[in-house]
């Protein structure tokens, strides 16, 4: 697994491995996840159409103009998908830090149905939810939803790593998260042509909420950065043909913090550049079923220690991060 510049994990080797192999390549992610929490993840699978299908179709979207993209906004503040634009969220709220708002505009979307025997009001109206979708592009729905299928397989795989990695069984978190509340972003950084307001980012230093988040960063681009260990702010390179992990707080929770949920940032452009770099990526936020207890797993405590935290649900925690972030009207 190279070092050099960032930790990359080849999916397709712990697939084809043995026992032993995997048990090996598991203490691998283990040892990346206590330090940063961070990892690149190659030979996954995806399909090329599919990735650069969804890509191109996030592209054209934000390319429209701004009276066309609010055709598909988020009908009140709080309201989880469709179209953010501008000054909608300051992610660094969820931290208690108050900032000016980020500077980006999303489009947002979940689960592509809803499970049979999900009755909980707060999961349909927030979780389950409808999309808001654009009604100006033909084919953004279709390499939405494909894209967004591609990334929920893909998750459930990595979860399998994870229990690996956790000496769990293999399928251990399987039950957790087959009604999985995952939700998909495609964001768009504009160019800065007006200098940022002091402590405004792109998007503020944040954790994510959930089990882990699979980013597709533009290739070639820069600005995510991760704070380290050793409390510096560390770029995160884009790894060509891989994708970006990164742990969420539930997965800390999880693991009573053996693994880390890195505090993570995008930076602004250099003042040199102009402000004419504009950034565009790709973020699966995978979540447990709404109502999944998450608990200290207890092969993660040390004889005689206690969980740090109390048992939280899934659904709820994430509505509440996620309403702390946004914008009131």
């Known amino acids: 697994m190279p070092r050099a510049d960032f930790p990359i994990f080849d999916l397709s080797r712990f697939e084809a491995a043995g026992t032993e192999e995997r048990a090996w390549l598991g203490g691998e992610v283990d040892a990346i996840c206590r ?140 039950p957790t998260i087959d009604k999985p509340i995952s939700a998909l972003r495609a964001l768009n950084y504009p160019q800065q042509p007006v200098p940022p307001k002091p402590g405004q980012l792109r998007a503020g230093a944040h954790t994510d909420y959930g089990s882990l988040t699979i980013l597709l960063p533009q290739a070639g681009s820069g600005g995510l950065e991760i704070f380290t260990p050793e409390k510096v702010w560390r770029p995160v390179p884009p790894v060509p043909g891989a994708f970006v992990i990164n742990i969420g707080d539930l997965m800390a929770l999880w693991t009573n913090d053996r693994w880390v949920s890195t505090l993570h940032r995008v930076v602004n452009p250099a003042a040199d550049s102009g402000g004419t770099s504009r950034r565009q990526s790709f973020a699966f936020f995978h979540q447990p079923n709404w109502h999944q207890e998450i608990a200290c797993i207890p092969s993660c405590l040390a004889p005689g220690e206690q969980p740090k935290y109390a048992p939280v649900r899934s659904g709820p925690y994430l509505m509440g991060k996620f309403r702390s972030t946004v914008k009131a009207a």
Request: glycine share 10%; net charge negative; aromatic share 14%.
């Open 35 to 174: 330090s940063t929490g961070f990892l690149a993840v190659s030979g996954h699978g995806v399909p090329q159409a599919i990735i650069d299908g969804a890509w191109s179709a996030a592209h054209d979207f934000f390319d429209l103009p701004a009276e066309r993209k609010q055709q598909a906004k988020a009908p009140y503040p709080g309201y989880p998908y469709g179209y953010l634009g501008p000054d909608s969220e300051a992610l660094a709220r969820s931290k208690g830090e108050d900032t000016p708002p980020d500077l980006k505009e999303s489009f947002n979307g979940g689960p592509l149905g809803v499970p049979e025997g999900v009755d909980d009001p707060d999961a349909l109206a927030f979780c389950y939810a409808p999309t808001i979708w654009p009604d100006a592009l033909a084919g953004f729905r279709d390499a939405w939803e494909a894209y967004y299928q591609a990334m929920e397989d893909l998750a459930a795989r990595i979860m399998r790593v994870f229990a690996v990695a956790l000496k769990l069984d293999e399928d251990f978190f399987a």
